[in-house]
């Protein structure tokens, strides 16, 4: 049962142009929200997050939206630059019983154009 | 302050042998979270400590696989008898607290052959 769904595995962008990478989910007991960002053989890294009592959070070029009455949240980045060509994961928190997992989408792999 | 440190980088092991993957979570950090990524696949939660004690480990499979992160020194995620099919990415995340963010490790690309 997928929780988190990334339902594009790529997307591909000009640089310079606005990138969005959207992401599902159904449990609705999640209260936390976060994005990574992933190069090849390396670790996810932090990216931005946002909790279920907000409906945007920005920093910089990255931009979060949440929707929870659609249990929907995107990733804006702009201007998209090629630095930012990487796996992108949408991941959820499930606060159960004192633990603090993260449940993982499968990934977007965007690619930006120069 | 170093980031998580996780070795090796690159295990590569017979089936039936055992594997130990080690995590230095980053410093002060009490919460460590491990983490399994097949291939063409999303992390996959597996097990959270906390100093001495497992928290959540309703994501390691019932057998073969066990973690700890004694008082003193790495967490070690270790697995008896590897198969093919534990061949993946393993990564390890560690945070202050329980409310604040969890940063990853470089992982460990496990090889069964």
């Known amino acids: 049962d997928q929780q988190v769904k990334q339902n594009s595995p790529s997307l591909s962008v000009q640089e310079g142009r606005i990138s969005i990478l959207n992401c599902d989910y159904t449990n609705s007991m999640f209260d936390y929200f976060l994005w990574y960002k992933k190069y090849p053989a390396e670790g996810p890294t932090f990216l931005i997050s946002?909790?279920?009592?907000?409906d945007k959070n920005e920093d910089g070029r990255f931009t979060v939206f949440l929707n929870k009455s659609a249990k929907h949240l995107s990733l804006h980045i702009v201007p998209s630059q090629p630095g930012d060509s990487a796996v992108y994961f949408c991941a959820a928190r499930a606060t159960q019983g004192g633990s603090e997992k993260l449940v993982f989408g499968k990934g977007t792999k965007l690619t930006v154009n120069p | 302050n170093a980031g998580v440190m996780q070795n090796p980088r690159h295990l590569v092991r017979r089936r039936g042998q055992e594997a130990r993957l080690r995590c230095s979570p980053m410093k002060g950090h009490s919460h460590v979270y491990w983490y399994r990524q097949l291939p063409e696949e999303g992390l996959k939660f597996m097990v959270y400590?906390?100093?001495?004690?497992?928290?959540?480990e309703s994501g390691m499979p019932k057998e073969r696989f066990s973690a700890e992160f004694p008082k003193e020194g790495p967490s070690i995620l270790r697995i008896q008898q590897v198969v093919r099919g534990d061949s993946a990415a393993y990564f390890c995340?560690?945070?202050?607290?329980?409310?604040?963010?969890?940063?990853f490790g470089q992982g460990t690309r496990l090889t069964v052959v």
């Open positions: 995340a560690s945070s202050l607290d329980r409310d604040t963010e969890a940063f």
């Open positions: 946002i909790s279920s009592i907000k």
């Open positions: 400590l906390q100093k001495e004690n497992i928290i959540d």
